[in-house]
């Protein structure tokens, strides 16, 4: 069963646009921050952004400014609007939650891949 189906990934040129999406399935309850995290090729897996339940955000600082992250608490779904997107953004893009109560179960996407390049 698919825990976190992922969308929205593709190639896009230098300055353009896309949106990630990323739904939860039902079978995961309690779900408390949403976010997303990014490996490029030969680089370490680094976060990109998170939202928590209430709505907090955090941006890594290469992202501030260019990416928007948003979550529909009613769809489980979390989002990622990318803007003014670079060559060095091109990486495999993974969807991560939090979730539980006493216990925090950690939870990833099978990632898309976002190739900026002209």
């Known amino acids: 069963q698919v825990q976190l189906a992922e969308s929205g990934g593709g190639l896009v040129q230098p300055g353009g646009s896309l949106r990630l999406s990323c739904a939860a399935s039902d079978s995961i309850p309690r779900i408390n921050r949403m976010g997303w995290y990014r490996q490029a090729p030969g680089k370490q897996r680094e976060s990109v952004a998170h939202i928590t339940s209430g709505g907090s955000t955090n941006y890594a600082d290469s992202v501030k400014g260019r990416f928007t992250i948003s979550r529909d608490n009613a769809k489980n779904t979390v989002y990622l609007q990318m803007n003014s997107l670079q060559s060095e953004d091109t990486a495999v893009y993974y969807c991560?939650?939090?979730?539980?109560?006493?216990?925090?179960?950690?939870?990833w996407g099978q990632g898309t891949q976002v190739t900026v390049s002209s």
């Open positions: 991560n939650v939090l979730a539980g109560e006493l216990v925090t179960f950690m939870f």
